[in-house]
């Protein structure tokens, strides 16, 4: 598939598990420069080197619990500093209250 993503620069937030993971390694897959996040270290770090050994790229990748003040501001100017521009910002992050 050709997303026309080559190039494209790419925060994706909650990319350690799930959605978010299949997120990254899809837009690795079709060229976007990624910059990862999570709120788990090991976890992210993980990530980053399972999209590696299935792209055979590996994606910038950094802590940030988005539920602590500031941590959002943080990210972006990581993406920023790192690239000048975002092109897009996917964020998998959330959950539910189950009751019952």
Known sequence: MDLDLAG???????????????????LTREGAALLIASRDPAG???????????TGVRPAHIAADVTQPGAAESLMAEATTRWGVLDAVVYYVGGSIRSG
């Open 8 to 26: 494209r620069r790419v925060l994706v937030v909650g990319a350690s598990a799930g959605i978010g993971f299949a997120t990254a390694a899809l």
């Open 44 to 54: 992210i770090a993980a990530a980053a080197q399972h999209v590696a050994d299935a």
